[in-house]
Nanobody, 119 residues
Framework: QVQLVESGGGLVQAGDSLRLSCAAS????????MGWFRQAPGKDREFVGD????????NYADSVKGRFTISRDNAKNTVYLQMNSLKPEDTGVYYC????????????WGQGTQVTVSS
C-alpha cells in the first residue's frame, strides 16, 4: 500500500523559510515522478513543482521559480520542498503526489500539510 506523508508545515512570517518533507513508502518509486501541489482557501489546487525519482532537474511553476527547491533523498525515500523568501500568497495546504513517468495523472496523494505565511 502506497503512502505519502507530508510534514514540516507551519506558521511563518513573510521572508522566512520552511522545508517540507514527503516520506514515501509501499513500493519502489524509481519509475515515478514526485510532485508538489498546493491549494489556497477558495482556490483550485495548483502545481508547484516536480522531480523524477530517478534523477534529473526539477520543474517549477513560475510563481515559485527561484524561491523553491525540490530535492530527494533516495536512501530515505523522502522528497523535500525547500521554500525560501515566503510570501503571504504562498499560504495553503501543500500536498505531495506520485505518478508513473509515463502517466499524466497523479495516482497517489498525501494528506497535506498547512503552510501559513503572515505579512
Amino acid at each position: 500500500q502506497v503512502q505519502l506523508v507530508e510534514s514540516g508545515g507551519g506558521l511563518v512570517q513573510a521572508g522566512d523559510s520552511l522545508r517540507l518533507s514527503c516520506a514515501a513508502s509501499g513500493r519502489t518509486f524509481s519509475s515515478y515522478v514526485m510532485g508538489w501541489f498546493r491549494q489556497a482557501p477558495g482556490k483550485d489546487r495548483e502545481f508547484v513543482g516536480d522531480i523524477r525519482w530517478s534523477g534529473g532537474r526539477a520543474n517549477y511553476a513560475d510563481s515559485v521559480k527561484g524561491r523553491f527547491t525540490i530535492s530527494r533523498d533516495n536512501a530515505k525515500n523522502t522528497v523535500y520542498l525547500q521554500m525560501n523568501s515566503l510570501k503571504p500568497e504562498d499560504t495553503g495546504v501543500y500536498y505531495c503526489a506520485a505518478r508513473l513517468i509515463i502517466n499524466a495523472q497523479y495516482d497517489y496523494w498525501g494528506q497535506g500539510t498547512q503552510v501559513t505565511v503572515s505579512s
